[in-house]
C-alpha cells in the first residue's frame, strides 16, 4: 500500500518563476492538507481540501498561492511569481474518508528553493 | 486559537538511557493530540496518537507518551533510546473533523544520541 506521494521531492526556482507541487494521497484517502515547514521550524497549515472542494484555506498566503484537488489527478499546490521567502519544505498529509479522518498521513514533502 | 508548545529544542541523551519529550497545548477543550518524528530530509512519520480513552498511549518504535489534562501535556517517552532514534519529534494538536480537522505543531525537539 503505497503511501502519501508527492513530486518533485526538490524544486529549484528562479524569483518570479512558477512552483508546481504535486500530491497524490494514499489510495482511499480522500481529504488532503498542505503544510509549509520554513527552515527551523515546526510545520504550519496552508489549506485542507477534498475532491473539487477546498475546505479550509486558513492558512494559505492571500496573494500568488493557490491549491486544487481535481476530481482526477493529484492535489496540485501552485506557486506563482516565487520569492525567496518561499524557499521552504511544503508536505502533503492525507486521511481517509469520515469517520477516521481525523489522522493524517505525511508524504516525504517537496523542498522548494528560490533562487 | 490551539497552540502547541515544545520546551527543549535540542536534547541530547546517551544510547541506552531513557528519554522523555515534552509537550503543552492550550486549547479550550480536549483536542486529539499527536507525536510524529521527522529524520533528516524525510517526511513526517506517526509515532502515535491519543483521542480518548486509556491516558498512556502505545505508540510504534517502543514509544508511548502519556495525556494529563490537569497539566495540558502529552509527554512523549521511551524507556531505553537507540542511536537511530535520532531526529526530530514533532507534537501536534489536531481538532475533531467538524472543528476544521488541521494540525497545529509544536517547534519541534531535536534529539541527539551519544554512543
Known amino acids: 500500500n503505497a503511501g502519501v506521494m508527492q513530486n518533485p521531492r526538490h524544486l529549484v526556482r528562479r524569483r518570479g518563476q512558477e512552483a508546481r507541487l504535486r500530491c497524490s494521497p494514499m489510495k482511499g484517502h480522500s481529504h488532503v492538507y498542505w503544510y509549509r515547514q520554513l527552515p527551523e521550524e515546526g510545520l504550519k497549515f496552508m489549506v485542507y481540501l477534498q475532491k473539487e472542494n477546498i475546505i479550509d484555506e486558513s492558512g494559505m498566503p492571500k496573494e500568488r498561492f493557490s491549491a486544487e484537488f481535481p476530481k482526477e489527478g493529484p492535489s496540485i499546490l501552485r506557486i506563482q511569481q516565487v520569492v525567496r521567502g518561499d524557499s521552504a519544505a511544503y508536505f502533503c498529509?492525507?486521511?481517509?474518508?469520515?469517520?477516521?479522518?481525523?489522522?493524517?498521513?505525511f508524504g516525504p514533502g517537496t523542498r522548494l528553493t528560490v533562487l | 486559537a490551539q497552540s502547541v508548545t515544545q520546551p527543549d529544542i535540542h536534547i541530547t541523551v546517551s544510547e541506552g538511557a531513557s528519554l522523555e519529550l515534552r509537550c503543552n497545548y492550550s486549547y479550550g477543550a480536549t483536542p486529539y493530540l499527536f507525536w510524529y518524528v521527522q529524520s533528516p530530509g524525510q517526511g513526517l512519520q506517526l509515532l502515535l496518537k491519543y483521542f480518548s480513552g486509556d491516558t498512556l498511549v502505545q505508540g510504534i518504535k517502543g514509544f508511548e507518551a502519556e495525556f494529563k489534562r490537569s497539566q495540558s501535556s502529552f509527554n512523549l517517552r521511551k524507556p531505553s533510546v537507540h542511536w537511530s532514534d535520532a531526529a526530530e519529534y514533532f507534537c501536534a494538536v489536531g481538532l475533531p473533523l467538524n472543528a476544521g480537522n488541521m494540525l497545529t505543531f509544536g517547534g519541534g525537539t531535536r534529539l541527539m544520541v551519544k554512543p
Open positions: 498529509a492525507s486521511s481517509p474518508p469520515t469517520p477516521a479522518a481525523d489522522t493524517q498521513y
